[in-house]
C-alpha cells in the first residue's frame, strides 16, 4: 500500500543539494550563516553534495513556502538549471509548506528534522535505537502523509467524487502508521523495561556518562578512558547508541557511558522517542560534559547541551567540563590577539554549577592524566556518599 521513499544511500554516486535558510528578528545573518554550516556538515554526513546556499531576511517564515516569492522564483530557477534533486531547509517546515514546495519546485524536500532523522536511521544498530528512530520518522510523517507518499497525490480525485480514491487512499495509510506507531511504542515499552532492568543490576557502582554536542570527541575520549574499541568518527551523530564499559583507574572502578550528541533544533519526537537512551545520562552520578573547544560557536554548544539536560532532568549532577582540542586552539589562536587564554576561558566558568573543568586533547592524549585524577576524585566521593555499603 505505502510507498515511502527510500533515503539516502552513500554507496552511490552523491546527489547535489540546496541549502535554504532565513535570517529574521531572533537570527542574525552570520547565525545563519553558521547554521548553515552545520547543515552543509548534516548533508555530507548523508553523502550529499551542496552546491549552493540561498539565505532570506524575513521578518518570520513565510507561511505558505517559508521563503518569500521573489526569493523562490529564484530557488526554482537555479534548480532547474543545474538539475539538483534536493532542496533542504534549515527549519522544520510545516506540512503545507512541505506541500506547495514540491508542488513548486518539483524535487524532494528535506528540512533539518527529516535529515537528522535520516542520519539517526543510517547510524542506528541495535534494536533499541532502530525502533526509537523508527518510531520518531513515523510521528514525524503521519502529519505529513501526502507529502511522503507521491503515487497518492496522482490517484486523488480519480472517482470524481470529494476527496476521491486517493483521499481514501490516504486514510487508509494513516490508520495503518497509526497502528504501527502503537506497535512500536509497545516493542519499545519492553525494550525499556529490560534497559531498566539492566541499568538496576549496575548498582554499587558509580556511572558516569559523556554528554555533550555532536561531533565534540566524546568517542575518542572513550576509547582513551577505557582502552577499548569504540567507534569514532568525524561526522555529525557517529553514536547513536550508548555504549557502556567498566574502568577502573587506580582500582577504582565506575561505569562510562557514551550517548547521543545533542545538536540544535534537534526534532522533539526524537527527544521523545530517545528518552530510554538518555536514562544513561539521567540516572548518571557524573556527568563528563565534553566542548569543542575550537568550534567558533562552542558557548552556544554548551548551551544547547545544557538546555538538553534541563529538557530530561538531568542538569543536576556533578559536571566535570573538558575542554577538547586545546591543541588546536592554541595553533588556532596563535596570531589572534583577541582571542581568549586558556586562562580566561576557565575563569569565564569558575563557580559555575560546581563544574570542575580540565582542557585535553583526546587525540593527542594531552592532559588526559589530570582528567583520570579529576575523575577518580569525584568517583570516590560519590562512591562514598551514595554507595557506602559497597566496598571499592
Avoid at 220 to 243: C, G, I, P
Avoid at 279 to 294: G, K, N, S
Avoid at 336 to 347: H, R, T, V, W, Y
Wanted: charged share 30%; aromatic share 6%.
Amino acid at each position: 500500500m505505502m510507498e515511502q521513499e527510500s533515503g539516502f544511500s552513500t554507496h552511490k554516486e552523491a546527489d547535489t543539494a540546496v541549502l535554504v535558510g532565513l535570517s529574521h528578528r531572533q537570527q542574525s545573518q552570520e547565525k545563519t550563516i553558521e547554521y548553515l554550516d552545520e547543515l552543509d556538515f548534516l548533508a555530507r554526513t548523508v553523502g550529499l553534495e551542496v552546491k549552493f546556499r540561498f539565505t532570506q531576511k524575513l521578518e518570520k517564515p513565510d507561511i505558505r513556502t517559508y521563503i518569500g516569492k521573489g526569493k523562490l522564483v529564484d530557488l526554482k530557477a537555479y534548480i532547474q538549471e543545474h538539475s539538483v534533486p534536493v532542496v533542504i531547509f534549515d527549519d522544520e517546515l510545516s506540512p503545507s509548506q512541505l506541500r506547495n514546495l514540491e508542488r513548486e519546485l518539483n524535487c524532494k524536500i528535506y528540512d533539518r528534522s527529516l535529515l537528522i532523522l535520516d542520519i539517526f536511521s543510517l547510524r542506528a544498530q541495535t534494536a533499541q535505537s532502530r525502533t526509537q528512530i523508527e518510531l520518531a520518522r513515523l510521528q514525524y510523517l503521519l502529519p505529513r502523509l501526502t507529502n511522503m507518499w507521491t503515487h497518492l497525490e496522482r490517484q486523488r480525485g480519480g472517482t470524481g467524487t470529494r476527496g476521491g480514491a486517493g483521499e481514501k487512499e490516504i486514510e487508509t495509510d494513516r490508520r495503518i502508521i497509526r497502528d504501527q506507531i502503537s506497535l512500536l511504542k509497545k516493542r519499545l515499552e519492553k525494550i525499556n523495561k529490560q534497559s531498566e532492568t539492566q541499568r538496576k543490576s549496575r548498582e554499587g557502582i558509580v556511572r558516569v556518562a559523556l554528554v555533550g554536542y555532536t561531533n565534540v570527541g566524546k568517542s575518542t575520549l572513550m576509547q582513551r578512558l577505557s582502552k577499548s574499541d569504540v567507534f569514532a568518527e568525524n561526522k555529525l551523530f557517529a553514536t547513536v547508541d550508548s555504549t557502556v564499559r567498566k574502568v577502573v583507574l587506580n582500582e577504582i572502578p565506575f561505569l562510562l557511558t557514551d550517548t547521543v550528541g545533542f545538536i540544535r533544533k534537534l526534532p522533539h519526537g526524537l527527544i521523545e522517542s530517545f528518552k530510554s537512551t538518555l536514562d544513561e545520562v539521567r540516572e548518571a552520578d557524573i556527568l563528563l560534559h565534553v566542548v569543542d573547544l575550537p568550534h567558533p560557536a562552542f558557548e552556544e554548544h554548551m548551551q544547547v547541551v545544557q538546555s538538553t539536560l534541563t529538557e530530561i532532568k538531568a542538569s543536576d549532577k556533578i559536571i566535570i567540563l573538558v575542554f577538547n582540542k586545546v591543541d588546536v586552539y592554541l595553533k588556532n589562536i596563535q596570531d589572534d590577539p583577541d582571542a581568549l587564554s586558556l586562562q580566561e576561558i576557565d575563569k569565564m566558568y569558575t563557580g559555575k554549577d560546581n563544574s570542575s573543568r580540565v582542557f585535553i586533547s583526546a587525540t593527542e592524549n594531552l592532559n588526559l592524566d589530570k582528567l583520570r585524577a579529576t575523575l577518580i576524585e569525584k568517583v570516590t566521593t560519590v562512591h562514598c556518599n551514595i554507595y557506602p555499603n559497597y566496598l571499592l
